[in-house]
Structure formats: structure tokens, C-alpha cells
């Protein structure tokens, strides 16, 4: 059974960077051909996907935060990291790690988020 | 983006009441489409993947169900239990980046 667990600091500076590890168990994180990714959500709103990293290295993030964003995998502790530059008060949510589970058919390609972390609540403020 | 449209935002229901929410894309997702349940203080849970396929993972009871194709999507509970009352949350894996929709609380009338 795969589980995740975000670790990183729960109070950040305006201005500051954040930075998250999710630190995977019961499987590679190099194995399987799975995506690994970060979702937030704002307190008390929706679900908002962040960026994912696969293939020891290629990664794609949300345009709304591509420029702050840095995902990079450390494949002999098991890990993927999150980065985000600049943050301001907007950024003040619980952090989720993610894998992207797939399912492949004939002409098709199914993504979706089947284990999660239990999430890490992230404050942004002086 | 792909903006995703769920409705209700709430509704109010009773243990064994069949209950149905909706989610709407704002171009065809074709069946590239997954519905995810969140309770209070916990990560989402996947139910539904390709719109009607039932995640192995999750051990979904057999009274949940998806249905939908292009824009139009729904989300059924046949027989509402007391551990449905949740958040249920519908995500578009069509095109980058992936979206959900705003949530739809279930609470006990």
C-alpha cells in the first residue's frame, strides 16, 4: 500500500519561499510510470492542482503559479519536493502530495489522484 | 482553462435518500473525468475515475456511481449511508491544467 507524508515548515514569511517534502513508502518513486504531484486548498475552499513531476525529472505546473513553482524528485530517499518563490498571504492553505494513478486503454489515457497525503497546513504570515 | 461547474453547492438529505450532483465542464472533457470524496480534516478520497469507473484502491461501495460524456457529468449515491455526509469534488484530467469543480457539500437534513 503507497503512502505520502508532507513534511516542511507550517508558518512562512511573507516574501519567503516555501518549502515541502512528501516522503513516499510502500513503492519506488522511480518505478511504474506514475506522476507524482502537489494539490492546496485555501482554508474552508476548493482543490487547486499545483504541478506534477515524472520521469525523474520532467515537470509541468499550473500557468497560475508556473513561475514560482519548483518540483524536483529525490529518488534515493523516495521524495519529491515542492518550492514556491515570493509567497503573500494568498498562499496560506493545506499542501497536499499526491500520485497520479493511471489507467491506460487501447486510445486512451485515464489520470487521476489516487493516494494522497493527509496535507499539511501552510500559514503564510509575519 | 477548463472551468468545472458543480451544482448543487449543498443539499440536505437523509440517511438512505438517493442523491445525484452534477458537474459541468466548459468544453468537452470527453470521459476524462473523476469525482473524489474529502471529509472534514482529510485528503480527498478517489471514487470515480473515466466518469464511470470505480477506483480499486478506494473499495468504493457499490452505491456510488458516475455517469457522463462531453460536458454533462453526474454523480449518484443510491441509498445515502451516515458515513456519505462529506464534500464531493469533480476534477477534469482532459487537458493541462487540471481543474475541479468548487465542491458540493452533503449534509444531514
Known amino acids: 500500500q503507497v503512502q505520502l507524508q508532507e513534511s516542511g515548515p507550517g508558518l512562512v514569511k511573507p516574501s519567503q519561499t516555501l518549502s515541502l517534502t512528501c516522503t513516499v513508502s510502500?513503492?519506488?518513486?522511480?518505478?511504474?510510470?506514475?506522476?507524482w504531484t502537489w494539490i492546496r486548498q485555501h482554508p474552508g475552499k476548493g482543490l487547486e492542482w499545483i504541478g506534477y513531476?515524472?520521469?525523474?525529472?520532467?515537470?509541468y505546473s499550473n500557468p497560475s503559479l508556473k513561475s514560482r513553482v519548483t518540483i524536483s524528485v529525490d529518488t534515493p530517499k523516495n521524495q519529491f519536493s515542492l518550492k514556491l518563490t515570493s509567497v503573500t498571504a494568498a498562499d496560506t492553505a493545506v499542501y497536499y502530495c499526491?500520485?497520479?494513478?493511471?489507467?491506460?486503454?487501447?486510445?486512451?489515457?485515464?489520470?487521476?489522484?489516487?493516494?494522497w497525503g493527509q496535507g499539511t497546513l501552510v500559514t503564510v504570515s509575519s | 482553462d477548463i472551468q468545472m461547474t458543480q451544482s448543487p453547492s449543498s443539499l440536505s438529505a437523509s440517511v438512505g435518500d438517493r442523491v445525484t450532483i452534477t458537474c459541468r465542464a466548459s468544453?468537452?472533457?470527453?470521459?476524462?473525468l473523476n469525482w473524489y470524496q474529502q471529509k472534514p480534516g482529510k485528503a480527498p478520497k478517489l471514487l470515480i475515475y473515466?466518469?464511470?469507473?470505480?477506483s480499486l484502491q478506494s473499495e468504493v461501495p457499490s452505491r456510488f456511481s458516475g455517469s457522463g460524456s462531453g460536458t454533462d457529468f453526474t454523480l449518484t449515491i443510491s441509498g445515502l449511508q451516515p458515513e456519505d455526509f462529506a464534500t464531493y469534488y469533480c476534477?477534469?484530467?482532459?487537458?493541462?491544467?487540471?481543474?475541479f469543480g468548487q465542491g458540493t457539500k452533503v449534509e444531514i437534513k
Open positions: 510502500g513503492g519506488s518513486i522511480s518505478s511504474g510510470g506514475y506522476y
Open positions: 499526491a500520485r497520479v494513478g493511471i489507467v491506460a486503454v487501447v486510445d486512451a489515457r485515464y489520470d487521476f489522484f489516487d493516494y
Open positions: 476534477q477534469q484530467s482532459y487537458s493541462s491544467p487540471w481543474t
Open positions: 468544453q468537452s472533457i470527453n470521459n476524462y
Open positions: 473515466a466518469a464511470s469507473a470505480s
Open positions: 513531476i515524472y520521469d525523474s525529472g520532467n515537470t
